[in-house]
């Protein structure tokens, strides 16, 4: 019988040759999901031996992880923000820089009572879900919207588990709420705080095998990836209260471009955050001053 240690030295060579990304990290979570243990157990446990009934199911799991498969789809979760989230091929796994445009927005927003929150392009609800929990003693309306009905079925069970209240939509963008008079739907109050992580990949970019496995429809923007950002910024003024903040996730060389594109159509304030590697990738700026004909056309 091999030991941990063995296992765990074969099995990140094989991920490796595979050019998977961090071999090992992925090798010791599929090892700590497999055992059921801790990284801190594993440690201490590195010269014990595996029985063949526990190897088994990780093989399955090397072999899948070695094809591209991400590390959350076999695990069934990741943490974002300090919690546990349910995620899958049923939405857009959370990347690290989405937690730092959490964290940029909960010090950047002035959060007051009753305040009213909306994540465009949900996904998983990693975003509201967040920041429901987050402003919770302000009791927020917080409302989460996505095209993906499979995606709105992930974001209400990662809700019930983590005791979120928010309300989802179904929608193109803010379709749901156009003004028809076929339309049943009543649009929320006018927001204050949105934030949207809103497909951007360049149409025939290649991504990475883990990449590929997120839905096609979080993923394509249009010719330069930005189709459906600007499409958002235009329907979104309607839905803004005065000096709504607006923040976006955009991809690395897009940031500068998008805030072009908000202050052309009358944004304010309008800059690129930069993340943690120091790549300009999170626009934002507030809704402009509503005119006194927009304004009765709301009463």
């Known amino acids: 019988m091999k030991t941990i240690q063995d296992i765990l030295s074969s099995g990140t060579a094989y991920l490796e040759a595979r050019g998977i990304d961090a071999p090992r990290h992925s090798m010791q979570s599929l090892l700590v999901h497999v055992l059921g243990c801790s990284k801190t157990w594993l440690y201490l446990h590195h010269e014990d031996h595996l029985s063949e009934e526990q190897l088994a199911p990780l093989r399955d799991l090397l072999r899948e992880r070695g094809k591209g498969v991400p590390l959350q789809h076999l695990l069934g979760t990741t943490e974002f923000y300090r919690r546990e989230f349910r995620t899958d091929a049923r939405a857009l796994i959370p990347r690290p820089e989405t937690e730092e445009l959490v964290e940029m927005a909960l010090h950047t927003a002035k959060p007051h009572l009753g305040m009213r929150v909306l994540d465009m392009g949900c996904g998983s609800g990693i975003i509201g879900i967040t920041l429901a929990l ?22 209400l069970e990662n809700a019930a588990k983590l005791g979120a209240k928010v309300r989802t939509y179904r929608s193109d963008l803010f379709a749901a709420w156009a ?57 979104a003024l309607p839905y803004m209260a005065e000096g709504c903040l607006v923040m976006l996730e955009v991809g690395h060389d897009q940031g500068r471009r998008t805030a072009e594109i908000m202050r052309q159509l009358g944004y304010t304030d309008c800059r690129v ?22 304004q009765e056309a709301q009463a």
């Not at 302000?138 to 079925?153: C, F, G, H, N, T």
Request: net charge negative; glycine share 6%.
């Open 134 to 155: 987050e402003l919770a003693p302000y009791k927020p309306e917080v409302v989460l919207a996505d095209i993906s009905d499979a995606a709105l079925a992930l974001t």
């Open 179 to 235: 003004p028809q008079e076929d339309n049943p739907v009543v649009p929320p109050a006018e927001f204050n705080l949105v934030l949207a992580n809103l497909p951007y990949v360049p149409d025939g970019e290649a991504v990475s095998a883990e990449v590929s496995h997120d839905p096609a429809t979080a993923l394509y923007g249009g010719a330069d990836g930005l189709d459906i950002v600007r499409r958002f910024l235009t329907d």
């Open 273 to 294: 955050l930069t993340d943690m590697s120091g790549k300009s990738r999170f626009p934002m700026g507030y809704a402009p001053r509503k005119s006194h004909e927009q």
